[in-house]
Antibody
Framework: EVQLVESGGGLVQPGGPLRLSCAAS????????IYWVRQAPGKGLEVVSG????????YYANSVRGRFTISRDNSKNTLYLQMSSLGPEDMAVYYC????????????WGQGTLVTVSS | EIVLTQSPATLSLSPGERATLSCGAS???????LAWYQQKPGLAPRLLMY???SRATGIPDRFSGSGSGTDFTLTINRLEPEDFAVYYC?????????FGQGTKVEIK
């Protein structure tokens, strides 16, 4: 069974950093591109960042480029999102989602982790 | 960036009725690379459809998708109680990947 489990969310002060993790199981992690998709309270979905299976290719939305860094450790089946200079606009539930093979829709999602930016 | 506009914002229906949800794109979605997701409160989105009309694994056949170019439709025949949720479309033919703002299907 494919599972994606996010962790690391919480309360952070404006301008502060936070690192999210996504632990994967039930599939060959190194073969899959994984993305972070966020959802602000009561809002829709936004693709934030993505990384290829071997880590060579990354994607960032304009809204986070230069502030967020995506990485992965295939030996630990874990994806990371290092976030810095967080602002109120970054407050959201962050989901990790597996990109379907040879396509760009998302076939499995984690349960999400909430990031709250507040002083 | 391709903007997806979903309509209506809210659909009020009774169990057993048919739901028709629309997703319009600001420019043509290449190769009908359009997906639909269902999201229930407090839960992650769940893939329903991809390539506009292909059902994902385990999705019942009362869900169907159609469309091409700039106009896509998700149809839910004979609504079941568990179908009341928010539905999002997503285009994946052009970067950046984008989602619609969602249609809420609520119990009338």
């Amino acid at each position: 069974e494919v599972q994606l489990v996010e962790s690391g969310g919480g309360l952070v002060q404006p301008g502060g950093p936070l690192r999210l993790s996504c632990a994967a199981s039930g599939f060959t992690f190194s073969y899959s591109s994984i993305y972070w998709v966020r959802q602000a309270p009561g809002k829709g979905l936004e693709v934030v960042s993505g990384i290829s299976g071997n880590g060579d290719n990354t994607y960032y939305a304009n809204s986070v480029r230069g502030r967020f860094t995506i990485s992965r450790d295939n030996s630990k089946n874990t994806l990371y999102l290092q976030m810095s200079s967080l602002g109120p606009e970054d407050m959201a539930v962050y989901y990790c989602a597996r990109r379907a093979a040879s396509s760009f829709y998302f076939d499995y999602w984690g349960q999400g982790t909430l990031v709250t930016v507040s002083s | 960036e391709i903007v997806l506009t979903q309509s209506p914002a809210t659909l009020s229906l009774s169990p057993g009725e048919r739901a028709t949800l629309s997703c319009g794109a600001s420019q043509s979605v290449s190769s009908s690379y359009l997906a639909w997701y269902q999201q229930k409160p407090g839960l992650a989105p769940r893939l329903l459809m991809y390539a506009a009309s292909s059902r994902a694994t385990g999705i019942p056949d009362r869900f169907s998708g159609s469309g091409s170019g700039t106009d896509f439709t998700l149809t839910i025949n004979r609504l079941e109680p568990e179908d009341f949720a928010v539905y999002y479309c997503q285009q994946y033919g052009t970067s950046p990947l984008t989602f619609g703002q969602g249609t809420k299907v609520e119990i009338k």
